[in-house]
């Protein structure tokens, strides 16, 4: 079992910046593989960034350039840092993990390639 605890999220005025933490504890084994989706009202939960074992990330186009996502495996964290946040940035923010490794955990992007998921932080961008 892996479990997962978000923190961070608050409300910032559009062009402001946000970090994301995620606390992770449990089978090692089972978390190669973590991400940070959203799930904005009326839309679909889709994934921001993720980053397997060795360190290589992948991001959405809408947050590419803006979003970076870090892990510091000493402490078992994983963060996001959020800059330059528009609007359309807001939403529930939830770390989630598999035991995915390279290009799977890259390449695979659908909420359910994912096992764990932690309870959500709100961000919210006004303008």
């Known amino acids: 079992q892996v479990r997962l605890v978000e923190s961070g999220g608050g409300s910032v005025q559009a062009g402001g910046s946000l970090r994301l933490s995620c606390a992770v504890s449990?089978?090692?084994?089972?978390?190669?593989?973590r991400a940070w989706f959203r799930h904005a009202p009326g839309k679909e939960r889709e994934r921001v960034a993720a980053?397997?074992?060795?360190?290589?990330?992948t991001y959405a186009i809408s947050v590419k350039g803006r979003f970076t996502i870090s892990q510091d495996n000493s402490e078992n964290t994983l963060d996001l840092e959020m800059s330059s946040l528009k609007p359309q940035d807001t939403a529930m923010y939830y770390c989630?993990?598999?035991?995915?490794?390279?290009?799977?955990?890259?390449?695979?992007?659908?909420?359910?390639?994912?096992?764990?998921w932690g309870q959500g932080t709100q961000v919210t961008v006004s303008s």
């Open positions: 989630a993990a598999n035991s995915y490794k390279g290009w799977l955990c890259r390449s695979l992007a659908g909420m359910t390639q994912y096992n764990y």
């Open positions: 980053i397997d074992s060795d360190g290589s990330t």
């Open positions: 449990g089978d090692t084994d089972s978390n190669y593989c």
